[in-house]
């Protein structure tokens, strides 16, 4: 099958060079001309594990292009629309005007019979929206939810746990949804689950996962919460709630909080969408749900100085990670940048490390010192804090190699990923979040 990929950043590069190495012909479009010169050349414009081998080999065999003209997109089967719905400057809603500049660009360029598959995250009713303006063209629109976590985006669509295809009634639907299934045939040959809904339940899926995701996320930093005020264990109340099969231990892990560039402003688009529907009330939770995750952040830069005496002006603190997650450079809402610069704030003389993050963090905040080097920006520190749990901090670094470079044995461990043992027995000074 021949397919085009509209929007190459994070989810259109992906899925481009997923969909070429299960042997379709894909071309992968962008307006932005240095990115597109970066993908030609086998080379992602992010950190995403996997992915750069991925590119070269698509590439090399042929099946995978990169091109800024949308011209290029013509004769393909199925169009991805893979572009950005960042959260609007003057609110929570999702800012749709990449989406639309898409679809505007794309309409010239469709032949009757054309499937159309939205990616993009956008609030409920926006597919209706669409799919009549491209009717004009003859061409179908289809919503094709992405469920990709940062770090696992190569393995998450090569071998996804479900594919959500909303379709509009009758036959053109019907063939659509066929179309998707040829499209994503290797997944669908191992018996992955393939759900043909509605259009408005297919958008609906993704704000709803991600809400879901937010509220656990958020529930056990709750806990965590009420564990500091109780002289409670938050890791340990977490793998006893885990136990229970209604719950699960995934996502309990509390913290510092959630961030990145999905689930903050997803779950305010999907509560200003609510909202804009007349059932605000349904989701008012997520409101709270979002405001536990940003105290979390509030909570790690007050034991840092509570850790200090009291004063942290002038004290040399170590940020161990500027990603929001591991395995991923993305820096977008991440807690961890947010701790450094609320630190700075205070007089601090902070500086940060990360694997894969350095030069995005450096040009978000230049005014924060960075080194390539963890043992660089632990020596002579005042105080550690972990807030990114790459396996070189939770991992890899020792209580007594890092005691051998700092100034004071203080740690502030805001991923509670460290062994507090450990620490502790090493004469290191442990403070998690929510922990004893």
């Known amino acids: 099958m021949r397919m085009s990929v509209i929007g190459c950043g994070y989810l259109g590069a992906v899925h481009a060079a997923a969909m070429a190495s299960i042997g379709h012909e894909v071309v992968g479009i962008d307006v932005d001309e240095s990115k597109v010169a970066r993908l030609s050349r086998g080379e992602a414009p992010f950190f995403e594990p996997g992915l750069d081998d991925l590119l070269r080999s698509g590439i090399a065999d042929g099946r995978l292009s990169f091109s800024t003209d949308m011209a290029d997109a ?46 993009s995250t956008v609030p409920v009713g926006t597919a209706e929206e669409i799919a009549d303006r491209i ?73 709803a996962a991600n809400a879901f995701l937010a509220t656990k996320i958020s529930f056990i930093n709750a806990m965590a919460e009420i564990a500091d005020a109780a002289g409670a264990d938050v890791t340990l109340l977490a793998e006893a709630l885990g136990h229970d099969g209604r719950i699960g231990h995934r996502y309990l892990g ?7 560039g999905c689930l903050p402003k997803d779950i305010r688009a999907f509560a200003a969408r609510a909202e804009a529907l007349g059932r ?49 450079d ?79 044995r203080v740690v502030i461990d805001g991923r509670n990923c460290l062994d507090a043992a450990a620490w502790r027995a090493a004469g290191w000074t442990y403070r998690g979040m929510g922990r004893r």
């Open 280 to 328: 605000g009330e349904s989701v008012g939770f997520l409101r709270e749900v979002d405001a536990i995750n940003l105290r979390r952040r509030d909570r790690a830069v007050q034991l840092v100085i509570d850790a200090l005496g009291g004063r942290v002006f002038g004290r040399r603190v170590a940020v161990l990670g500027a990603a929001f997650k591991p395995f991923s």
């Open 74 to 119: 013509v004769g393909a089967e199925v169009h991805f629309l893979a572009v950005g719905t960042p959260q609007s400057s003057d609110g929570d809603a999702a800012d749709l005007r990449f989406v639309w500049a898409a679809v505007e660009g794309l309409l010239p360029h469709l032949r009757q019979g054309d499937v159309v598959a939205g990616k």
């Open 135 to 207: 009717a004009s063209a003859g061409a179908t629109l289809v919503w094709n939810p992405e469920f990709l976590r940062e770090g696992w985006a190569v393995h998450d669509t090569l071998t996804p746990d479900r594919i959500v295809v909303g379709v509009p009634d009758g036959d053109a639907g019907l063939r659509a949804a066929g179309m998707l299934r040829s499209a994503y045939r290797t997944a669908a040959e191992t018996d992955t689950p393939f759900l043909v809904t509605d259009l408005a339940t297919a958008e609906l899926v993704k704000g």
């Open 330 to 408: 993305d820096i977008r809402d991440s807690p961890a940048l947010d701790v450094a610069v609320r630190l700075r704030g205070l007089g601090a003389d902070v500086v940060v490390a990360d694997p894969a993050a350095i030069d995005n963090a450096e040009a978000a905040h230049p005014q924060l010192a960075y080194a390539r080097a963890t043992d660089d920006a632990l020596r002579d520190a005042d105080a550690v804090v972990v807030v990114t749990e790459w396996d070189e901090y939770r991992r890899d670094l020792t209580p007594a190699h890092a005691g051998s470079l700092v100034r004071q």
């Open 254 to 260: 509390s913290g510092i909080g959630f961030g990145g």
